[in-house]
Nanobody, 123 residues
Framework: VQLQASGGGLVQAGGSLRLSCAAP????????MGWFRQAPGKEREFVAG????????YYADSVKGRFTISRDNAKNTVYLQMNSLKPEDTAVYYC?????????????????WGQGTQVTVSS
């Protein structure tokens, strides 16, 4: 599965961005999806995950209440709406997919990864 992440950019603190993750030609409804991020010098960390149907979601404490993960299976696309952005949200954001039946939080358990999109939040 080839995943294409997009929507990153430069935004001021307090602003918003919406990331998209698409899989052209693939039916993403068969996969649980996740968003991860990696800042320079840090390990990749879990941000948010969503079940196959979209009925269940899970967030890292650091983004809870500010970020929303969603999916449109008809469009084979997963989104990450990021509001109230902070400078510490600056990172490369990656989407990931796996055929696991349930939510997956560990990066090592995801089988497929997108190329990443840079998010930079200025203070």
């Amino acid at each position: 599965v080839q995943l294409q992440a997009s929507g990153g950019g430069l935004v001021q603190a307090g602003g918003s961005l919406r990331l998209s993750c698409a899989a052209p030609g693939r039916t993403l409804s068969s996969y649980v999806m996740g968003w991860f991020r990696q800042a320079p010098g840090k390990e990749r960390e879990f941000v948010a995950g969503i079940s196959r149907s979209g009925g269940s979601t899970y967030y890292a404490d650091s983004v809870k209440g500010r970020f929303t993960i969603s999916r449109d299976n008809a469009k084979n696309t997963v989104y990450l709406q990021m509001n109230s952005l902070k400078p510490e949200d600056t990172a490369v954001y990656y989407c990931a997919a796996d055929r696991s039946p349930g939510l997956v939080l560990a990066a090592s358990l995801y089988s497929y990864w997108g190329q990443g999109t840079q998010v930079t939040v200025s203070s």
